[in-house]
């Protein structure tokens, strides 16, 4: 996959792959999150996408579930834990409760943190 990052404006950078546009923003005027807040999106979003697979290849009806995200910054400011709730209405079976858990654990970002990609930065004149 590739993306194309350009610079809008301001301190607007944006992504560009396929069809989509991710734009990002920083403060202290923000218009779009900043690329770290939708990083940390990434998250709670791909578990999410398991969760409702789950759910839809049983016949789950989705209605009240909910995933809250706890982003927990040590002095550094750097993130040492991430905390995902599965929230469910209480009308959700409780026999499934341990694999809506398996099935958010599946999250592919969340398998690139645990086994972090390197990284090669270069330049090029074009």
Do not use: N, W
């Not at 923003?25 to 940390?40: C, G, H, K």
């Not at 645990?114 to 004149?125: D, G, L, Q, R, S």
């Amino acid at each position: 996959m590739e993306m194309l990052i350009d610079f809008p404006g301001g301190l607007r950078v944006d992504a560009h792959f396929g069809p989509y546009t991710v734009p990002t923003d920083q403060p202290p005027s923000t218009q779009a999150p900043t690329p770290f807040a939708v990083f940390l999106s990434s998250i709670g979003t791909c578990a999410g996408i398991y969760v409702l697979g789950f759910c839809q290849q049983r016949g789950l009806s989705t209605e009240g579930i909910r995933i809250i995200q706890r982003v927990h910054s040590g002095f550094s400011g750097m993130v040492d834990k991430i905390d995902l709730e599965i929230q469910v209405p209480a009308s959700f079976p409780e026999k499934y409760h341990d694999s809506l858990i398996r099935s958010a654990d599946l999250c592919a970002v969340k398998k690139h943190l645990e086994k972090p990609p390197k990284f090669e930065i270069t330049t090029k004149v074009v």
